[in-house]
C-alpha cells in the first residue's frame, strides 16, 4: 500500500535556502507537496486550512515568539517540526522536534525528514488505537486538558456544543474518567499531549 501524500511547509525568509531545500526534496523518493511561508503569521493562517505533516523551520523565526509557538503545538499536536541548524542560536528550537544543517548532504536532510515522518505516522496510528478513540475526541481531549470549555471547543474545532458534549461522553465511556484530572493525566500518559504544552 502507497504512503499519502506527505504535506512539507517550509518557513524560511531566504528564498536561495527555500529553493536548494525544495530542489532535494523534489528530486528525492518522498511523495510530497512543498509549500513555503516566510513568517509565522503566514503559517498560523496556512494551518487553520491546510493540512501540514513537516513544517521545516529557520527557528530564528520562533525567537521571542514563545506563546504564538505554544498555541500552535497545542493546537497542532500532529505537526512534526525540523529546524534549520545555522549554529547561531545555541539550544534546540523548543518547536523543532529534529534538525539538521545547512552542511548536511542531501541524503543526510532526506533521512532526517524521513524518520521524523515514520516517527509522526507511527505515533498517529498509536494515538488513533488509544482506547479506539476517534481523531475527533483526541481533538476534544486536548481542548478539555487546556481548560476550554464546551463553546470554545466547538468555535475552534467548527462543530456544534452538542457534538462536543457527544465526544465527551464517548471519552468517559472509553476511558472511564470523568475528572478534568483524570482527563489530563491520562492524555499526557497517552501522549496526546505533552506536559509543557498544558496552560497551567
Known amino acids: 500500500m502507497r504512503k499519502p501524500l506527505l504535506h512539507i511547509v517550509i518557513l524560511e525568509a531566504s528564498r536561495v535556502i527555500c529553493e536548494g531545500l525544495m530542489a532535494i526534496l523534489y528530486q528525492s523518493d518522498l511523495d510530497c507537496r512543498i509549500l513555503r511561508v516566510e513568517s509565522l503569521e ?3 493562517e496556512m494551518l487553520e486550512s491546510t493540512a501540514i505533516d513537516i513544517l521545516i523551520a529557520n527557528p530564528l523565526q520562533f525567537v521571542n515568539r514563545e506563546k504564538e509557538v505554544r498555541r500552535i503545538r497545542k493546537n497542532h499536536p500532529s505537526l512534526s517540526v525540523a529546524g534549520i541548524d545555522y549554529g547561531i542560536i545555541q539550544k534546540q528550537s523548543m518547536l523543532a522536534d529534529i534538525s539538521f544543517t545547512l552542511y548536511d548532504t542531501p541524503e543526510h536532510i532526506l533521512q532526517c525528514l524521513t524518520k521524523l515522518d515514520n516517527k509522526s505516522r507511527k505515533e498517529n496510528k498509536q494515538k488513533g488505537e488509544d482506547d479506539n478513540l476517534t481523531k475527533r475526541e483526541i481533538e476534544v481531549l486536548t481542548g478539555l486538558v487546556n481548560g476550554l470549555m464546551n463553546k470554545e471547543i466547538a468555535d475552534s474545532l467548527h462543530i456544534s456544543i452538542h ?6 461522553k464517548n471519552i468517559t465511556m472509553k476511558t472511564g474518567i470523568r475528572s478534568q484530572s483524570g ?10 499531549v505533552a506536559i509543557e504544552d498544558l496552560e497551567i
Do not use: F, G, P, Q
Not at 482527563?183 to 496526546?192: E, F, H, M, P, V
Open 183 to 192: 482527563l489530563t493525566i491520562y492524555a499526557i500518559s497517552k501522549k496526546i
Open 163 to 168: 457534538t462536543v458534549v457527544r465526544h465527551r
Open 42 to 44: 503566514d503559517l498560523s
